[in-house]
């Protein structure tokens, strides 16, 4: 069936007809890019068969560089020209590096900070020079070079980059361009035609020249399309407006050809796409049904099978950064084990617990390994470490070799990762994964440029040729184009969209390359060199823009990151409009959407415990207090939010260090007495016996190593804090250490729950007082209320077998040590014996300090009660115990905020109030002051 009949009513991208006088003349057609060469193509063919020819001869066709390349070849192969082997543009980029790099060593040079930054400016330079037929050799010319010390040093790194293609017998295609413009002793047989150029090299110019009879110009387009100017106020509004537009004409006029040139940034790219997937109902199980073509892809390194394989390779480096390793875990192209089994689930809690932000591989291996060795069948599917050992124990990744040896080493490495996974890859994916190994062949095409390499240089190598190759699939042709602005000129369009039209960007700015002289580059008129040339380079783009469609829109936006904009001055002939495009839902819905009303479900009733079941520490009943589905959410759900990586030991690692140091100081003191009597020599080898066994016992904790000097810091901080601290101890009255770290059961209505008390003093007059060591801020407010924020030493007073005489947070801070607390004894700086001052200040019935007790008792017990039966409203205790909760993606405390107007109208979270992410809240985090959770 000819290509008439399937489409009789097809609007082609390129009207064939104006070119078919040159292609019977025998001209081969020359383009700027390789997608105007193919779309050629196609419509050539198309044409044919409308004719109704069965047969025909193939369009000779082809872009400007594709075709200058396959003649130097031709005049290699017949000896015209000096045979060399052709740098691919990766091969030339590296051996730009390498040279650089090589300069880089001479103690005179400039350091570089980016080199694959420079490389790629210094291969662009040199590439204009040539392209402009500008020699280095002449005198003036040099001296402007040797006038700039950046542009002296581009002359040595190109002496010496031609002495390295001369010597093992290279060239680029710059060279090849070259060297075709000065050929002789050849015959003129070649007649060409150039399509949609707005300008040419002057060594272009002078191979067609050289090699042509005569070169003519296509025919200019005879359309003149009706030009539209809209505004939106910023970027999103313009791309969900173009995504709208785009999807309603595909619908209403399925033959029409839609255009849309979007500006370089990739982000917008990436948001376009989302919106035009939203519109054509394209995500889920129609996600490759796009009906769009992109002609911009993405790195190859950005993809994620290929991320993903360079990830599972980068485990050969001495370490690797936490996300890095859940990313593995997470990936469905390496296999490493179930994700969701309970084994990783709780490797990546530990990972995280850790609080490191980056693991050495070898320290990650042994984790990894203790991990698996406590693995319970049937749920154990983890196998992270027989990936990590395998890795370790393979000799072959020692020492030199070819790049090509290690691209066979990473082929072997993958399979160890069991890459690219068991569940089958789609189209894209397969697509992607054979563009990855043309990468890895083009990594072999190194051997010419770096020789044997070690690892670490191997890996760079692949890496950087993955980010610079663009993965673009190829899917089916459609009427819907999403293009560059270069890309896009030559095309025919029945409507065509031009974004980005801000008057900061077209014309743009000029860019001159710093590595030639701008007079050199003015004289020359090279490109992107001045505004001047940038102007007539836009102002010719956009009127060729203007004879390729039937109806043409170009939109700006009126300000960009905060700064307002204003169209581009060459937009003065287009007429500005309102677009206003209605959202494309179907009426189906529309209708029963108008007719739905919204129903609210109050579903905070928990399934109720058993009594007998519900167990926990002070944290459950504190999580109760601050808010009833935070407690339902982590003692019911097990759900926890993952704490912060950092660098050096975490919050919740420090408060544990000061905490264990403590403890063995009151070990060996005991008492008051023995405190006042020993020396200041005493007291500092016991502070000092003290730190050191904490901070041993804080390395054994810790699975990633910390330099000798870290732990020298940490040690020299502990030891001042616990200096200061004491100096607070001697101002007490005489008491004895009763108990250190002692546990107690404690039956709270019907939860029961496991207690470890940090200290309990006795005084001379019997009495006790109950310590829980802090190293945040601490309040006695947050023991009052009907549900007290802090309950931790109110369940502690509750323990004891007698009434205690004080309760009082021993908060250990830097410059502000002291006592903390109320009771019914003295003696104690900072712990109030007179409490009727505390309770007026919280608002609380006046009482004594056992009818206090009695009073939190029934309270601790109500929250308890709540608890069992399952009470799981959403309901913080005050807006600061949102702040450091994170299980708002669970709760939607914010969406209800935002939507409710009683809370709305509340005034602003109190700044002001205790950090809650302070040592203090992460000793309890990791500590759970020594309870045992259920």
């Not at 939860?751 to 470890?756: C, D, K, V």
């Not at 006695?780 to 369940?795: C, H, I, M, V, Y």
């Amino acid at each position: 069936m000819s290509q008439e009949s399937k489409h009789p009513d097809r609007h082609p991208f390129y009207d064939i007809a104006p070119l078919v006088p040159l292609i019977e003349e025998g001209r081969t057609l020359l383009t700027p890019n390789n997608r105007l060469a193919l779309r050629l193509k196609e419509e050539w063919n198309w044409y044919q068969s409308r004719l109704g020819k069965k047969v025909w001869a193939t369009l000779p066709v082809a872009a400007l560089e594709s075709w200058l390349t396959e003649q130097w070849r031709s005049a290699v192969a017949c000896g015209l020209l000096e045979s060399r082997q052709r740098l691919s543009r990766a091969q030339e980029l590296q051996l730009w590096r390498k040279v650089i790099g090589q300069c880089q060593q001479d103690a005179a040079s400039r350091p570089i900070i980016n080199l694959a930054g420079t490389a790629e400016l210094a291969c662009k330079a040199r590439n204009a020079l040539i392209d402009a037929q500008v020699s280095l050799e002449h005198g003036a010319t040099r001296r402007h070079f040797e006038q700039d010390s950046d542009c002296a040093a581009f002359l040595r790194w190109n002496t010496l980059f031609e002495a390295q293609l001369s010597s093992a017998g290279l060239c680029t295609a710059a060279d090849c361009r070259a060297a075709l413009s000065q050929m002789q002793g050849h015959d003129k047989n070649h007649s060409a035609a150039l399509v949609s150029f707005e300008d040419i090299a002057a060594v272009a110019n002078a191979a067609l020249a050289n090699l042509c009879q005569d070169v003519a110009h296509a025919p200019e387009l005879p359309r003149t399309a009706q030009r539209r100017m809209a505004a939106f106020n910023d970027k999103y509004q313009e791309l969900k407006t173009i995504a709208i537009w785009a999807a309603d004409i595909h619908r209403k006029q399925p033959q029409s050809t839609i255009g849309i040139v979007l500006d370089g940034a990739p982000q917008n790219r990436h948001a376009l796409e989302q919106l035009l997937r939203r519109e054509f109902d394209c995500l889920g199980e129609n996600y490759n049904a796009l009906p769009v073509n992109f002609s911009s892809g993405l790195p190859l390194s950005q993809v994620p099978l290929v991320r993903d394989a360079l990830l599972a390779l980068a485990y050969t480096r001495q370490s690797v950064a936490t996300v890095d390793v859940v990313a593995t875990l997470h990936s469905r192209f390496l296999q490493t084990g179930n994700v969701h089994a309970g084994a990783t689930q709780r490797f990546i809690r530990r990972l995280y617990d850790e609080g490191a932000a980056a693991w050495s591989v070898s320290d990650l291996r042994y984790f990894a390994d203790r991990h698996a060795r406590n693995k319970a069948a049937p749920e154990y599917d983890f196998y992270l470490h027989e990936c990590l050992a395998a890795l370790a124990s393979n000799p072959a990744l020692k020492g030199s070799k070819l790049p090509c040896d290690w691209a066979l080493q990473f082929h072997a490495i993958l399979d160890n990762w069991g890459w690219p996974g068991s569940t089958g890859l789609d189209s894209l994916e397969f697509q992607q994964l054979q563009a990855w190994y043309e990468v890895v062949d083009t990594l072999r095409q190194m051997d010419v440029i770096e020789g044997a390499v070690e690892l670490p240089r191997a890996l760079e190598l692949l890496r950087l040729l993955c980010e610079e190759t663009v993965s673009q699939p190829l899917t089916q042709d459609s009427n819907v184009q999403v293009l560059g602005p270069l890309e896009a000129a030559g095309l025919q369009f029945d409507h065509l969209w031009i974004t980005g039209m801000e008057a900061s960007n077209w014309p743009g700015a000029a860019r001159p390359n710093p590595l030639i002289p701008h007079s050199v580059q003015s004289h020359y008129a090279m490109p992107r060199a001045t505004p001047d040339s940038e102007r007539r380079f836009a102002q010719n783009l956009l009127e060729r823009f203007c004879h390729s469609a039937v109806e043409l829109t170009a939109s700006y936006c009126k300000q960009i990151d905060g700064a307002p904009e204003l169209p581009s001055a060459l937009l003065s002939g287009f007429t500005p409009v309102q677009v206003a495009v209605q959202q494309s839902f179907p009426a189906a819905w529309q209708t029963e959407n108008s007719g739905a009303a919204l129903a609210l479900l109050d579903d905070f009733q928990a399934p109720p415990q058993d009594s007998g079941t519900a167990q926990g520490g002070s944290r459950l009943l504190e999580d109760q207090s601050q808010c009833a589905f935070r407690a339902f959410a982590r003692w019911r759900l097990r759900v926890q939010p993952l704490p912060d990586s950092v660098v050096g030991l975490s919050p919740a690692a420090r408060g544990s260090l000061l905490h264990d140091a403590l403890q063995i100081l009151w070990y060996s003191l005991r008492s008051h007495t023995a405190l006042m009597a020993a020396s200041q020599e005493g007291i500092n080898s016991a502070l000092q016996a003290a730190v050191a066994e904490a901070i041993n016992l804080a390395k054994k904790r810790r699975h990633c190593a910390l330099s000798a000097v870290y732990w020298d810091l940490e040690a020299e901080r502990t030891y001042t804090a616990l200096q200061e601290w004491l100096a607070v101890e001697r101002a007490r009255a005489p008491f004895i250490v009763q108990s250190l770290e002692q546990d107690f059961q404690l039956q709270v209505g019907n939860l029961q729950l496991r207690l470890r008390i940090d200290r309990i003093d006795e005084l001379e007059d019997g009495a006790v007082v109950i310590i829980d060591y802090k190293t945040g801020k601490s309040r006695t407010s947050d023991w009052l209320g009907e549900r007290p924020a802090k309950p931790q030493l109110l369940l502690y007073g509750l323990a004891v077998p007698e009434c205690a005489g004080a309760l009082a947070f021993a908060q250990v801070r830097s410059g502000d040590s002291r006592f903390v607390g109320i009771g019914s004894v003295a003696g104690i700086p900072g712990v109030s014996s007179d409490i009727e001052p505390v309770l007026r200040r919280a608002g609380e019935a006046s009482a004594t300090w056992e009818a206090l007790n009695r009073r939190w008792r029934e309270r601790l017990r109500r929250l308890a009660n709540d608890y069992v039966q399952g009470k799981a409203m959403v309901d913080p205790l005050a807006p600061q115990s949102c702040l450091w909760c994170g299980l708002q993606p669970l709760c939607r405390i914010d969406r209800a905020i935002d939507s409710s107007p009683e809370t709305s109208a509340q005034g602003a979270v109190d700044h002001d109030a205790d950090h809650p992410a302070s040592d203090e809240r992460a000793r309890l985090i990791a500590h759970d002051d020594g309870e045992v959770s259920s």
